[in-house]
């Protein structure tokens, strides 16, 4: 299976803060930089490669290679793992501003629709490393942590897929998602409905399982698009989701709220067999 490995050009492109040679210059002697080219090369070392990269905007040109970056690498064709429709990706993310440490999750890249996913990873959680000497060891040692879940993840892909979800609970479930996205209050800032929110864009996303039903709502509220109402009353579209902190975010808690109903819909079945 090829893909296209980015170069230090492409990279710098998508994402310049990964080049950045020096901190923001407020943080303190004791802050350990080191730039996130070199975690990438390490990473290159171990067989990942960079596959995508974005960083958040800034309106303060002078901090655009301060700002926080994600950079998502997979195996090379030979040695890739395949999670039911996907491929398992590591996500690293970090800002040179001490808004954030280096932080290393696994995900997943669907195929059919090329958008990606950050997992949880049952105990482990995402791996954080602050800044300092020994970064790079870290790092690297957390990948192959991270690695070592990869057949979990790949069980409970299994497990969303062979789960169907009614009408009545996939409402519910994409109710849950727009709370994570606007709040409690949900209702009144959503622009639009949970109906809305579940509209699949291919028919092979149509089918009402679990993993479906996620993955609806997920590329839903990444790539934006849909049509709806502002506060206000006027037509808008929702806008993809570009902040790295927001992607990470709210990948995590979809899956982690997947993750839930799976149970909840394990447990309901055991009691009606008993």
Known sequence: MSMNIL???????SAPAIFANSPDRAVSDRYGFVPTINIVHSLQNEGWYPVKALQTNTRNKARNHLTRHMIRFRQDPDRQILVGD????LILTNSHDRSSAYQLDLGLFRLVCSNGMVTQTGDLGNIRVRHGKQVVENIIEGSLQLAVEIPNLSESVEKFQSTLISKEEARVFAEAALMMRYGDNWKNQSPVSPEMLLL????????????????????NFMKG???????????????????????????RALWKLTEDFSHHKTLAHRHFLH
């Open 225 to 251: 698009g849909l049509l709806g109402r502002s506060v206000n009353g006027r037509l808008t579209r929702t806008r993809a989701i570009k902040s790295v902190a927001e992607d990470v975010r709210l990948n």
């Open 200 to 219: 699949p864009r291919r028919n092979e996303d149509k089918e009402p399982s679990l993993w479906k039903i996620f993955n609806r709502v997920q590329e």
């Open 86 to 89: 996907s491929i398992a990706e």
């Open 7 to 13: 170069t230090e050009q492409q990279l710098y492109r």
